[in-house]
């Protein structure tokens, strides 16, 4: 069995790879998407808060996000298959960040790169903030950046099985199972090995594996500075009406959105806690002894909750800079990664599929150069500095 390029990992960002492959005219080629579990219980896609937002610091990141909400807004048409077309329940509440004096400029600074980049973000000082969201407390903030529109969230578990529905109508194969390694010879790879001993052979492989990429980068060779971290999601009820209520990002790094009737919230854990993940059990001493105090103060309304089911799963986090790696690895002329989100994997999913598929058919980026986000920055020790992390 031989294809011409065969994805590792069948979630958001591998299917992503898949559809733009199988849409771009100019390739002809077959595609295999290897997923190992197809129920996708422990993907950090079917996990993940499901959000999109232009409110980065850097340049690729908000471009990545700009065309990721453009994508997200015409997922019906663009995914439709046999006239049946996908509803990813898009929801454009925007990001809120919160501001202290300390933080302010950095704000003003990213404010003016993303809305000269074309994001609608809005700034508001105090006394606006209050009058748009009354609620919200505004002690110890001195300015705020909300997404009047292009923000918010959606479901990510049903772009993940749009895209794949899509790849699959345009003639994209699926394979259920495990790849054990990475086949090579000289400067290429020549296909992958299952763990049940099949060979497959590839005229290009991709990695979209979440966090089992750097397990099998360093089977090939590659060292990637990623590791699995937990994050939980908490989900609460508030008998209070909070008309308009945004993403929150408080300056704690806490958040909080609306989803439906609930609220879902979360944030990391201190640095010192935050080690590579084995589980996905939820500590709920954590809510209730660190994030709710935060969200109370925040949010006055939020002192009286009914506390709800909550959940975890692991982010592919990138310990050098927090950001994606994408591109070809090192050593390899046919190998492609797509790991190291962070967090913000499911959002970049459109702009990181795009990308990968036009180095593959074409050779360099067209539409988004992602060369920023390649492996040469970490061999150079040259970090891309990102101001808002979440």
């Not at 105090?126 to 009047?148: F, H, K």
């Not at 345009?170 to 001993?197: C, F, N, Q, Y």
């Not at 360093?218 to 990623?226: D, I």
């Not at 499911?346 to 050779?363: D, N, S």
Request: hydrophobic share 45%; proline share 5%.
């Amino acid at each position: 069995m031989i294809h011409d390029v065969v994805i590792v990992g069948g979630a958001v960002h591998g299917a992503s790879v898949a559809y733009h492959l199988a849409a771009d005219p100019a390739f002809g080629g077959s595609v295999l998407l290897i997923e190992k579990d197809p129920t996708f219980q422990f993907a950090a896609t079917a996990l993940s808060a499901g959000s999109v937002r232009q409110q980065f610091s850097s340049r690729v990141n908000i471009a990545i996000s700009l065309y990721g909400i453009d994508f997200l807004r015409t997922v019906g048409e663009r995914l439709a298959v046999n006239g049946e077309r996908p509803d990813i329940g898009l929801k454009e509440g925007g990001y809120l960040f919160l501001a202290t004096d300390g933080g302010t400029a950095t704000l003003k600074r990213n404010h003016a790169l993303q809305v000269n980049l074309g994001a609608d973000i809005l700034h508001l000082d105090r006394s606006e903030l209050t009058a748009r969201l009354p609620y919200v407390a505004t002690d110890g903030i001195a300015a705020a950046a909300w997404g009047r529109s292009g923000e918010g969230w959606f479901d990510g578990y049903t772009l993940m099985q749009a895209l794949r529905r899509k790849a699959r109508a345009l003639g994209v194969h699926t394979l259920t199972g495990e790849v054990a390694t990475i086949e090579r010879e000289d400067d290429a790879a020549t296909g992958v090995r299952l763990v049940d001993g099949t060979f497959i052979g590839a005229g290009a492989v991709v990695l979209a594996a979440g966090t089992g990429t750097p397990r099998l980068a360093a089977r090939a060779g590659v060292a990637l500075p990623v590791e699995a971290r937990k994050r939980m999601v908490f989900t609460f009820t508030c008998r209070e009406p909070l008309p308009g209520f945004p993403l929150l990002i408080d300056p704690s790094g806490a958040y909080v959105r609306p989803e439906g009737d609930l609220y879902i919230a979360g944030m990391a854990p201190p640095e010192a806690d935050d080690y590579p993940a084995t589980d996905f059990t939820v500590d709920h001493s954590f809510f209730e002894e660190r994030l709710w105090p935060i969200l109370a103060a925040r949010v006055p309304a939020f002192e009286r909750i009914k506390p709800g089911r909550a959940w975890a799963g692991h982010y592919d986090f990138n310990t050098f800079d927090q950001n994606a790696i994408v591109g070809a690895l090192p050593g390899f002329a046919n190998l492609f990664v797509a790991t190291g989100f962070s967090g913000h994997g499911l959002q970049q999913a459109p702009a990181v599929g795009r990308g990968l598929a036009e180095l593959i058919v074409h050779g360099r980026y067209q539409s988004l150069d992602l060369t920023p986000l390649g492996m040469t920055r970490i061999a150079a020790g040259q970090p891309l500095r990102e101001e808002n992390v979440v």
